[in-house]
């Protein structure tokens, strides 16, 4: 049977002193935990055929550092930046069948689509990855990975 897959990850650490908030760059430890990324999802097995990224500097320079999907089609959505959930529920639903799609962005809109969908709070700290599947019409998240969880 076909499945729907998404890995709904949040930038990496950034540092806050920036002349816009759209231009801040990710910290020394968030481009180290950018690097880890790919071992840690490979791990459980998933594998990302298509990423949609916010296109601010830190959610760009996230996936960047996923050096493993440089060949992935990438593709940048101004849509995506502090975006609401509801936009992020939209790119969660243009998941192909059989496909596991990379969705980079921001929070608030990371933790509330995903209590939205699952009825449960997930802190979702910078670079904190949620696996979620699509089962009966529903999106179910199978597990959350943060950057803390193996230090």
């Not at 935990?33 to 949609?52: L, Q, V």
Request: overall charge negative; some cysteine; proline content about 7%.
């Amino acid at each position: 049977m076909a499945q729907r897959r998404v890995l709904l990850m949040r930038h990496a650490q950034s540092n806050p002193n920036a002349p816009t908030d759209f231009e801040r760059e990710l910290t020394n430890q968030g481009k180290h935990d950018a690097r880890d990324i790919p071992n840690r999802i490979r791990s459980h097995g998933w594998t990302p055929s298509r990423i949609i990224v916010s296109d601010s500097r830190r959610t760009m320079e996230t996936v960047e550092l996923l050096t493993e999907y440089n060949e992935t089609p990438t593709e940048p959505k101004d849509e995506l930046y502090l975006a609401p959930s509801e936009t992020i529920l939209e790119f969660m639903e243009s998941t192909l069948s059989d496909e596991t799609l990379l969705l980079v962005t921001h929070n608030p809109g990371c933790e509330v689509v995903l209590y939205q969908i699952t009825g449960v709070y997930h802190e979702m700290t910078p670079g904190a990855c949620a696996f979620l599947s699509e089962s009966n019409g529903r999106w179910v998240c199978e597990r959350v990975l943060r950057p803390d969880d193996v230090k």
